[in-house]
T-cell receptor, first 112, second 112 residues
Framework: EDQVTQSPEALRLQEGESSSLNCSYT??????LFWYRQDPGKGPEFLFT???AGEEKEKERLKATLTKKESFLHITAPKPEDSATYLC?????????????FGRGTSLIVHP | DGGITQSPKYLFRKEGQNVTLSCEQN?????MYWYRQDPGQGLRLIYY???????QKGDIAEGYSVSREKKESFPLTVTSAQKNPTAFYLC???????????FGAGTRLSVL
């Protein structure tokens, strides 16, 4: 059974203080990983898909990286508007179910 | 623009009442999903549908029912058998198996 663990559960940063969120997973074989951002009271917004170890993707102050066992979401010089819950998920095994496995998320608060 | 529309945004249920949450997508996706989100518990799968006229139970299907009569629509009914329905409900869809890139804005259900 696939397992996805996100850490920390919550993170408080000062504006401009760079940090990283972690998403570690136990799967039968690396099949990619998704990152989402969720604002309070709204649905998750898709950010990135990473498909292979060593891959990196960037969007504004966010950079996602992937290894065989974990992914990091690096936030460089965050602003208060980056405050949100960040979710990661692993897609199902090909030929198997249609159900991805989600982590519980990291709640990020960036103080001005 | 394509996307997922959930309605209503807020819903109140009286004891013993069934209520239906609407989910419509114009993305031409075959697969659709319903998730329940409670504070600190992440996303829990209620039901999913791979194709029209077919759907499967997720981890917490008891007290819920769905239908998939059209590709675009996947309504969720919260029945009176669901004793703790207060939660945030999210609908999602995917073009590829489990590769969810689109969520609706969510429906917040409360009990009167």
């Amino acid at each position: 059974e696939d397992q996805v663990t996100q850490s920390p559960e919550a993170l408080r940063l000062q504006e401009g203080e760079s940090s990283s969120l972690n998403c570690s997973y136990t799967v039968s074989g690396l099949r990619g990983l998704f990152w989402y951002r969720q604002d309070p009271g709204k649905g998750p917004e898709f950010l990135f898909t990473l498909y292979s170890a060593g891959e990196e993707k960037e969007k504004e102050r966010l950079k996602a990286t992937l290894t065989k066992k974990e992914s990091f979401l690096h936030i460089t010089a965050p602003k208060p508007e980056d405050s949100a819950t960040y979710l990661c998920a692993v897609p199902p095994e090909s030929g198997g179910s249609y159900i991805p496995t989600f982590g519980r998320g990291t709640s990020l608060i960036v103080h001005p | 623009d394509g996307g997922i529309t959930q309605s209503p945004k807020y819903l109140f249920r009286k004891e013993g009442q069934n209520v239906t949450l609407s989910c419509e997508q114009n993305l031409n996706h075959d697969a659709m999903y319903w998730y329940r989100q409670d504070p600190g518990q992440g996303l829990r799968l209620i039901y999913y549908s791979q194709i029209v006229n077919d759907f499967q139970k997720g981890d917490i299907a008891e007290g819920y029912s769905v239908s998939r009569e059209k590709k675009e629509s996947f309504p969720l009914t919260v029945t009176s058998a669901q004793k703790n329905p207060t939660a945030f409900y999210l609908c999602a869809s995917s073009r590829d198996r489990g590769n969810i890139q689109y969520f609706g804005a969510g429906t917040r259900l409360s009990v009167l």
